[in-house]
């Protein structure tokens, strides 16, 4: 009796590993991952389980726990990754981030929502639309249609609204 409970806990204990990513491969609708396990045990072909509408290829050197399924060790699925190496350090309880090995991330703050990037940030839609009391950049606030500014100098000197524009019936010129 004491085999069969010995040969379970083995099948038990062989469920669940973690392993460092090797080498990637997302071509077609998923991603497979070599890796290597504790004591150097070769994890070859895991696939990675991601959530509807999040998607992140890994770099070598990440890391992931695996499921054996059915406690077979060559049919894995991958069930979690993540990198230490480039996590952000500075979260506390409560917040969340994604991010990258170039220093870019999208943090959502206990007070704020960040968006950081060392490189150019693209926004594509047809339209739009922010709502907010104010709004600056560079800590400079942006006017907008209604808002008074200051004109310097020449004919136009004063302070006057912004108008939409020629022949707008909030406020423009007709011509």
Do not use: C, W, Y
């Amino acid at each position: 009796m004491s085999k069969m409970f010995e040969r379970l806990e083995r099948r038990i204990m062989l469920l669940i590993g973690r392993a460092i990513v090797q080498a990637i491969s997302s071509d077609g609708g998923r991603i497979v991952i070599d890796g290597s396990q504790l004591k150097g045990e070769a994890s070859k072909k895991v696939e990675l389980a991601e959530s509807t509408g999040f998607t992140a290829v890994p770099l070598p050197g990440a890391e992931l726990v695996a499921l054996s399924i059915m406690g077979e060790r060559g049919n894995k699925v991958a069930i979690s990754m993540g990198d230490r190496r480039h996590r952000p350090r500075d979260l506390v309880p409560g917040e969340a981030a994604m991010f990258d090995d170039q220093v870019q991330r999208i943090a959502i703050r206990r007070d704020h929502i960040e968006v950081i990037s060392p490189k150019k940030v693209i926004v594509k839609s047809p339209t739009i639309e922010i709502e907010a009391d104010s709004a600056t950049i560079n800590e400079r606030a942006i006017a907008t249609v209604g808002d008074l500014v200051d004109v310097q100098g020449g004919s136009s000197a004063g302070r006057h609204p912004i108008v939409t524009g020629v022949g707008d019936p909030q406020g423009g010129d007709d011509g």
